[in-house]
């Protein structure tokens, strides 16, 4: 059993850590600042009631992510958020980038945000959280297989989507 400062170390080492991953995921599944604060904040108050029944150091970011996808359905249980479009946040670092990089950002969001939620939720936990294959399937509930497959259409339907918009430069050596 730990003590109440050990248990205090540890939830602020996992803050540290996982803060800025746990904010862009939520920014991307919801596409508002405030929602996506709140879900951290949410995230981490829960995290924080059950720290001490985590177990599994090595599976604290699918914890963690799990928490944050269940608060944000608890969002459209409790009421109805307001959703900002997401070509309207800033992000601060983009401002430094050069105006045609800052374009081709904003259509790769837009490509991302226009694929069905089938493919767009794994694409974003492999490429914005770093997930495995195997941990997205274990935290979606499907197969490895299903997974790739997913992942492979996802990139196949964003490549044609950025073609089509006449997107050619770093991008697309995400691909």
């Known amino acids: 059993m730990s003590t109440e400062s050990d248990k205090q170390a540890r939830f602020e080492r996992l803050a540290g850590q996982y803060a800025i991953d746990l904010y862009r995921y939520a920014m991307w599944i919801c596409g508002n600042?405030?929602?996506?604060?709140?879900?951290v904040q949410?995230?981490?108050l829960r995290a924080w009631k059950a720290l001490d029944k985590l177990k599994d150091s090595g599976a604290v970011k699918s914890w963690l992510?799990?928490?944050?996808?269940?608060?944000?359905?608890?969002?459209?249980?409790?009421?109805?958020?307001?959703?900002?479009?997401?070509?309207?946040?800033?992000?601060?670092?983009?401002?430094?980038?050069?105006?045609?990089?800052?374009?081709?950002?904003?259509l790769l969001r837009q490509g991302i945000a226009?694929?069905?939620?089938?493919?767009?939720?794994?694409?974003?936990?492999?490429?914005v959280m770093g997930f495995s294959c195997q941990e997205i399937a274990d935290e979606l509930g499907i197969s490895k297989s299903a997974v790739m497959t997913q992942l492979f259409r996802a990139r196949e339907q964003l490549k044609l989507k950025l073609q089509k918009d006449g997107v050619t430069g770093k991008v697309h050596e995400l691909f």
Do not use: G
Not at 33 to 39: C, F, G, I, R, S
Not at 87 to 102: F, R, Y
Not at 114 to 127: G, H, I, N, W
């Open 33 to 39: 600042d405030a929602l996506a604060k709140d879900l």
């Open 42 to 44: 949410e995230t981490f």
């Open 65 to 106: 992510i799990t928490i944050l996808r269940r608060e944000y359905a608890r969002t459209f249980e409790r009421k109805v958020p307001k959703f900002s479009d997401i070509d309207h946040v800033v992000v601060e670092e983009e401002q430094e980038l050069p105006p045609e990089d800052q374009t081709e950002i904003r």
């Open 114 to 127: 226009s694929l069905a939620p089938k493919y767009r939720e794994p694409l974003l936990m492999q490429v």
